[in-house]
């Protein structure tokens, strides 16, 4: 039996055995944020200890940056204000590279790491956000950490970790229209649960996966977290060299030649060994939305949501409280949910391709009354291109708000943020009670292109009749 | 957080039952108390939104009832911790005076994270979880004692046997759970592996 990519770049950078179960891994790609990085630095700090390897240490600002008049500081938010003169201190102080609001790479962590190539295949990538298994979508070991994590990182470039285990993921038939990557990974988290991956690392592959842009592999990738995987990865092929050539960090020359050597060694053999199997046909499957209150509580937009009576034992409890938070009734279905914001944005969907999808299905329509609708961009990068393609105007003219980068409502701690019971169509990755910022507010996770529809008509509907 | 140190084996002490699946990380500690560059005073907002309605009314959650008042040992049901990696959710738990956790199952992040902070994290089936949860409920009053060492619980004399990973067992025991030191030790075989990356060389090796 062959080896699968995980096992192999794990092997590659396993340090030493801790115990009988707990390796020390050697952490390739160091990616820090302001939010749960300060309480490390601060640590260092008291112990005189410099950061171990600051050339694979990266740092960005994302989470509580306003995406309105961004420039302007000191925040109006000075819990905000004192987070980034942290970061700046902290960056400065340890001679870590710092992608701030001043750079034009700024952008959420999860976006800026591969549109810069600094993301690249079989590194480990470790950040103190549980979304850094987007990473993976290059062939990268990359998970989320604790911030004692992030100071052992910092320290020791290396972390005390379990191996995991590693189910693959196969992802076959023909993807019907308005079915996008989110969709998929949405069915994915529906029918394995939110708890079916603990202890995996999943290998996301097969013929539908193949045919995926790099874009829509991160999208995948980034929500493994959802479903229960701390990681989740797509064996890098020409679509990922082709992605990485000529991006700033990305090898050159002779070297990018080496690189891709390096790269294909890497990939899970066609023998490979994995822990578990499962297989998914989506030929029938159409667009998803979620109605509950975990990413798992996902139905087609053309199906009913379920009846308790039919539901497993073990979900009746975390159903009847989606059904009393979300006000919806057992049995019906989403479409016509009358929505009051529409957020397009997030490390799940604020990409390029991202903003493509949905400014068509927008474009010549207008934002119905009294649905707010905004647009942010994941990172300085894609506003830019966005802009120069025409994008920003064709969401303005619609009625949405052109933001600048960041996080944005996709989090609730920068200023963007639901109020009340308000109900959100959005494209980012959890719908959890209170995610949005109003403990009461309500989140419907969906694509880009469904949340477009949604802005358009003002309550939930099926994007194919867009299309 | 600096010297290593190994935790009481036994943890006694009264619980706190938080019934429910899939609480999430965000309903632990709501992101807006993420904003702040120390753990201090995390302790105070633990649960916030599902202690305090939005005018600051206490809502009914077991955080705030007097019965439980001074638990140390928490138990709950599964995938608990699930969403966000922030270490701020057992920062805020344990800051409240939670020593110990029992459940059906834990998300895995929110697991390591407690280990990194001496928190023993111990699960058992839904059943005998559920049992605990409801002595902790009629009877408050019960002392639990949490055994590191035997994975187990023992209230009253009856003893319950629970699971744990071996890692997290091993590091608490060892005193190896605040891992920095451990890992600070082997520093040439950092350096070997570091010298050894492709994309550290500029893949010239």
């Known amino acids: ?467 | 957080m600096s010297e290593s140190k190994s935790i009481a084996n036994i943890i006694k002490g009264r619980a706190i039952p938080v019934t429910g699946n899939d609480i999430d990380t965000d309903r632990i500690i709501p992101a807006r108390f993420l904003r702040c560059v120390t753990f201090e005073g995390l302790g105070e907002q633990v649960f916030r939104d599902e202690r305090y309605d939005i005018e600051g009314l206490q809502k009914d959650h077991p955080f705030n009832e007097e019965k439980y008042s001074g638990g140390s040992i928490l138990i709950v049901n599964s995938n608990f911790g699930c969403g966000s990696s922030r270490e701020h959710a057992p920062q805020a738990i344990m800051r409240y005076g939670i020593r110990g956790i029992i459940g059906e199952s834990f998300a895995e992040i929110f697991a390591g994270n407690c280990t990194s902070l001496g928190i023993p994290v111990l699960t058992g089936k839904a059943s005998a979880i559920q049992q605990l949860q409801k002595q902790a409920e009629r009877y408050p009053e019960t002392v639990f004692s949490l055994s590191i060492d035997e994975k187990s619980v023992v209230y009253n004399g009856k003893k319950v046997v629970l699971e744990m990973s071996d890692s997290a067992r091993t590091a608490l025991l060892g005193g190896t759970w605040d891992t920095l030191d451990v890992l600070l030790k082997n520093r040439e075989a950092i350096e070997k592996v570091h010298s050894g990356l492709p994309y550290v060389t500029n893949f010239n090796n």
């Open chain 1, 1 to 467: 039996m062959g080896k699968n990519l995980f096992n192999k770049v794990w092997d590659l950078h396993k340090v030493a055995s801790l115990s009988e179960t707990r390796d020390q891994l050697f952490i390739g790609l160091h990616l820090v944020h302001e939010v749960t990085s300060p309480q490390a630095f601060q640590v260092l700090r008291e112990r005189g200890l410099p950061v171990k390897y600051p050339d694979l240490t990266i740092a960005t600002v994302d989470h509580i940056v306003p995406t309105v008049n961004q420039g302007l500081r000191p925040f109006g938010d000075s819990l905000a204000e004192e987070m980034m003169q942290a970061i700046e201190n902290n960056t400065s102080e340890f001679g870590v590279k710092f992608l701030g609001l001043d750079s034009d790479s700024q952008g959420i962590v999860h976006i800026i790491g591969p549109e810069n190539g600094i993301t690249q295949p079989g590194m480990t990538i470790a950040c103190g956000d549980s979304h850094t298994s987007t990473h993976g979508a290059f062939g990268a070991i990359a998970f989320g950490i604790g911030t004692s994590q992030v100071r052992d990182v910092l320290a020791t470039q290396t972390l005390a970790l379990d191996r995991l285990r590693v189910r693959k993921i196969h992802i076959e038939g023909s993807q019907g229209s308005g079915v996008t990557a989110k969709d998929i990974i949405l069915k994915i988290i529906a029918e394995l649960g939110v708890t079916g991956g603990m202890g995996y690392a999943y290998e996301y592959c097969g013929p539908v996966i193949d045919a995926l842009s790099m874009e829509e592999r991160m999208t995948i990738c980034n929500m493994s977290i959802e479903g229960g995987a701390r990681a989740g990865y797509v064996n890098p092929d020409q679509i990922t060299y082709d992605y990485l050539d000529g991006r700033r960090f990305a090898p050159t020359g002779d070297s990018f030649k080496k690189a891709v050597k390096y790269w294909r060694s890497i990939a899970s053999d066609n023998d490979a060994a994995f822990d578990d199997t499962y297989t998914l046909d989506i030929t029938s499957m159409g667009p998803m939305v979620s109605w509950g209150i975990t990413p798992g509580q996902a139905v087609e937009i053309d199906k009913e949501l379920p009846l308790l009576s039919q539901v497993d034992d073990k979900e009746l409890e975390i159903t009847r409280k989606a059904y009393e938070h979300m006000g919806f009734k057992e049995g019906q279905r989403m479409e016509g949910e009358k929505i009051d914001v529409a957020f397009i944005g997030s490390c799940t969907n604020g990409r390029l391709s991202d903003l493509r999808a949905a400014a068509k299905v927008v474009a010549g329509r207008q934002v119905a009354e009294k649905t707010t609708a905004l647009v942010v961009p994941g990172s300085k990068k894609v506003k830019a291109q966005a802009e120069k393609e025409g994008l920003d105007q064709v969401f303005i003219e619609a009625g949405f708000q052109w933001r600048e980068a960041g996080c944005s409502m996709c989090l609730a701690m920068n200023p963007d943020k639901l109020t009340g019971r308000q109900l959100c169509a959005s494209s980012s990755n959890r719908n959890f009670i209170g995610r949005q910022g109003a403990p009461q507010g309500r989140t419907l996770l969906m694509s880009p292109a469904m949340v477009a529809a949604a802005a358009i008509k003002g309550y939930v509907t099926d994007v194919r009749k867009f299309l």
